[in-house]
C-alpha cells in the first residue's frame, strides 16, 4: 500500500514538472510593460496583451497577441491573431502567424523562407484605419465641444480651476489621486450592499461629471500657458486657448508610452483642482 501510495505521488510530480517545464499549459498574460517569452518546446494555450514591450514566441501560441506598443518576434507558431499598434511584427525563417498581422503604426517584417498564413494588413494609425486617427478626431471635436460649452456656461468657475492648477499643480495631482481613491472605494462599498446600488450609480454619475469638469479646465489651463508662453505680448481669447488646449493635448496623448502617463497626471492634476475649488465655486461642498 505505501508502495502504491508513494509511485502514486511521484507520478502527480512528474506531471506537475512536465506542464511548469513547458511542455504545455494554458493560461493568459497581461502585462503594463515588459517581455514575455514562449519557450522553444512550449504550448501555451490562452491570449498574451502587453501595453509596451516585447514578445518572444520560440514554441507554440495556440491564442492572440494583442500588443499596443513594442515588438512581436515570431520564430515559432501563432495559432492565431497578431496586433500591434505601434511597434514591429517580426517572422524570422521558420515562423509561422495562421491568423492576421495588424500593425497600427510602424511595420512587418516579411523574410523571403517565411510561411505567412491568413492576410496581413498594416495602416497608416491605430489598429485599423478608423483606429487611433478617427478615435483621436472623435476625442478631439468632443472636447472642442465640451469644453467650448462649460466656458461659455461657467466662465468664472472654470476660470478659478485652471488658476488653481497654475498655482499648485502638485498637490492637486495628489488631491485627485486620493479623490479618484476614495471615490471608487465608495462606489465599490455600496455595490456590495444591495440597497445601496442607487448610490453607486449616483456616485459614479458625479465622478464622471467631475472628470468631464476637470479635463475641460485643464484644456482651458493648458492653452493658456502655450498662448502666454508663445505670444507674451498678446491677449488671446478664450475659444482660442481653448482650441490650443484641446490640439495640445490630443497630440500629447498618441505619443507611445509617455503620453498616457502625462495625460493620466494631468487628468489627476486637474480632478484635484476641482475638488479644492469645490468645482471652481471656492465654496463648501455642504451649505450648512
Not at 220 to 232: D, H
Request: proline letters at 3%; one cysteine or more.
Amino acid at each position: 500500500m505505501r508502495s502504491f501510495v508513494r509511485g502514486l505521488i511521484a507520478l502527480l510530480m512528474m506531471g506537475g514538472l512536465l506542464v511548469w517545464g513547458g511542455v504545455a499549459f494554458a493560461q493568459s498574460v497581461s502585462l503594463t510593460a515588459g517581455t514575455y517569452v514562449v519557450h522553444q518546446g512550449q504550448t501555451m494555450r490562452g491570449n498574451i496583451r502587453i501595453d509596451a514591450g516585447t514578445v518572444d514566441v520560440r514554441g507554440t501560441l495556440d491564442g492572440n497577441i494583442f500588443v499596443k506598443v513594442g515588438t512581436v518576434t515570431v520564430s515559432g507558431l501563432v495559432d492565431g491573431n497578431v496586433s500591434v499598434g505601434t511597434g514591429t511584427i517580426d517572422v524570422t525563417s521558420g515562423g509561422r502567424i495562421t491568423g492576421s498581422r495588424t500593425v497600427g503604426f510602424g511595420e512587418a517584417g516579411i523574410g523571403p523562407s517565411m510561411f505567412l498564413g491568413g492576410p496581413m494588413t498594416v495602416h497608416w494609425m491605430g489598429g485599423s484605419f478608423l483606429g487611433w486617427g478617427f478615435s483621436s478626431v472623435l476625442k478631439l471635436i468632443a472636447n472642442l465641444v465640451i469644453t467650448g460649452l462649460l466656458i461659455t456656461l461657467f466662465p468664472g468657475a472654470m476660470s478659478r480651476v485652471a488658476e488653481d492648477i497654475e498655482r499648485k499643480p502638485i498637490e492637486a495631482a495628489g488631491l485627485g489621486c486620493v479623490g479618484n481613491v476614495g471615490f471608487l472605494i465608495a462606489i465599490l462599498g455600496f455595490t456590495v450592499i444591495i440597497i445601496g446600488i442607487p448610490i453607486a450609480i449616483l456616485l459614479g454619475i458625479a465622478w464622471f461629471l467631475l472628470m468631464i469638469f476637470a479635463n475641460a479646465a485643464l484644456i482651458w489651463w493648458i492653452g493658456r500657458r502655450v498662448g502666454q508662453t508663445a505670444w507674451p505680448a498678446k491677449s488671446l481669447h478664450p475659444y482660442q486657448e481653448l482650441l490650443i488646449g484641446t490640439l495640445v493635448l490630443t497630440c500629447a496623448e498618441i505619443i507611445p508610452v509617455v503620453g498616457w502617463i502625462a495625460a493620466v497626471f494631468l487628468g489627476l492634476v486637474g480632478f484635484g483642482a476641482v475638488l479644492r475649488t469645490r468645482l471652481g465655486t471656492n465654496q463648501s461642498w455642504w451649505p450648512l
